[in-house]
């Protein structure tokens, strides 16, 4: 099946401050999506991008199919943005969502 | 989109015994899957429920010990059988199209 990974595994913000996740894929995909589950254990869907441009108030999220890879900005981030960002992909001939390992945010005040 | 709900939410259970999760879609949705996840780690999935057939499992997943039904394109169950302390994770459901896939809250299991 397909590989994804993140980077980086563990972020620390200030209030206020701007960051980008990275997530990198092994093959062509027909599904990418982003996640943040917060920490009552609840998955949030953030994006659906296979390809192409998102905007969705503070964030957004870009997908460059072709050279595999997806970004996730977070602007302007607030404590309620804390959690696991976790991005997942299917690949064309695959039937499932595979995650990657997710990257852990904290936002300090 | 599609709204996924489940019960229980959490559970504490002694081991040797075993417990059926139940999730309910708001929508017929195509494809319905099942999804563990261990204390500080991603998601893996445990397998595929088909509608009116056995569920299609992942490699180191078996039906004895995850047995799983769907009776209809909206509602699922998994039973986590003779459950050992190594069961201790979190089960999601999930539920989508050949496009975007929405997940429930997901239960809580802690096997003592």
Same mark, same amino acid.
């Given at each position: 099946?397909?590989? %994804?990974?993140?980077? @980086? @595994?563990?972020?620390?913000?200030?209030?206020?401050?701007?960051?980008?996740?990275? +997530?990198?894929?092994?093959? $062509? %995909?027909?599904?990418?999506?982003?996640?943040?589950?917060? @920490?009552?254990?609840?998955?949030?869907?953030?994006?659906?991008? @296979?390809?192409?441009?998102?905007?969705?108030?503070?964030?957004? !999220?870009?997908?460059?199919?072709?050279?595999?890879? $997806?970004?996730?900005?977070?602007?302007?981030?607030?404590?309620?943005?804390?959690?696991?960002?976790? +991005?997942? !992909?299917?690949?064309?001939?695959?039937?499932?969502? $595979?995650?990657?390992?997710?990257?852990? %945010?904290? %936002?300090? !005040? | 989109?599609?709204?996924?709900?489940? =019960?229980?939410?959490?559970?504490?259970?002694?081991?040797?015994?075993?417990?059926?999760?139940?999730?309910?879609?708001?929508? &017929?949705?195509?494809?319905?899957?099942?999804?563990? &996840?261990?204390?500080? &780690?991603?998601?893996?999935?445990?397998?595929?429920?088909? &509608?009116?057939?056995?569920?299609?499992?992942?490699?180191?997943?078996?039906?004895? =010990?995850?047995?799983?039904?769907?009776?209809?394109?909206?509602?699922?169950?998994?039973?986590?059988?003779?459950?050992?302390?190594?069961?201790?994770?979190?089960?999601?459901?999930?539920?989508?199209?050949? /496009?975007?896939? /929405?997940?429930?809250?997901?239960?809580?299991?802690?096997?003592?």
């Amino acid at each position: 099946g397909i590989q %994804v990974e993140q980077s @980086p @595994p563990d972020l620390i913000l200030q209030e206020g401050a701007n960051s980008t996740l990275r +997530c990198n894929f092994s093959d $062509s %995909v027909n599904n990418l999506q982003w996640f943040h589950q917060n @920490p009552w254990g609840q998955l949030i869907n953030l994006f659906y991008i @296979p390809s192409g441009t998102k905007q969705n108030g503070r964030l957004s !999220a870009t997908t460059v199919a072709t050279e595999r890879y $997806s970004l996730l900005y977070i602007s302007s981030s607030q404590t309620t943005d804390s959690g696991v960002y976790f +991005c997942a !992909a299917r690949g064309r001939d695959d039937y499932k969502l $595979s995650f990657g390992a997710g990257t852990t %945010v904290t %936002v300090r !005040a | 989109s599609a709204v996924i709900s489940q =019960k229980p939410s959490r559970d504490i259970c002694q081991r040797g015994t075993s417990l059926t999760i139940q999730c309910q879609v708001d929508s &017929q949705v195509t494809m319905m899957f099942w999804y563990r &996840q261990q204390p500080g &780690q991603s998601l893996t999935l445990i397998a595929t429920a088909n &509608q009116g057939s056995e569920a299609t499992y992942e490699s180191g997943f078996v039906i004895d =010990k995850f047995p799983i039904s769907r009776p209809n394109l909206t509602f699922s169950t998994l039973t986590v059988s003779n459950m050992s302390p190594e069961d201790s994770s979190i089960y999601l459901c999930s539920g989508g199209s050949s /496009y975007e896939q /929405y997940f429930g809250p997901g239960t809580r299991l802690t096997v003592t």
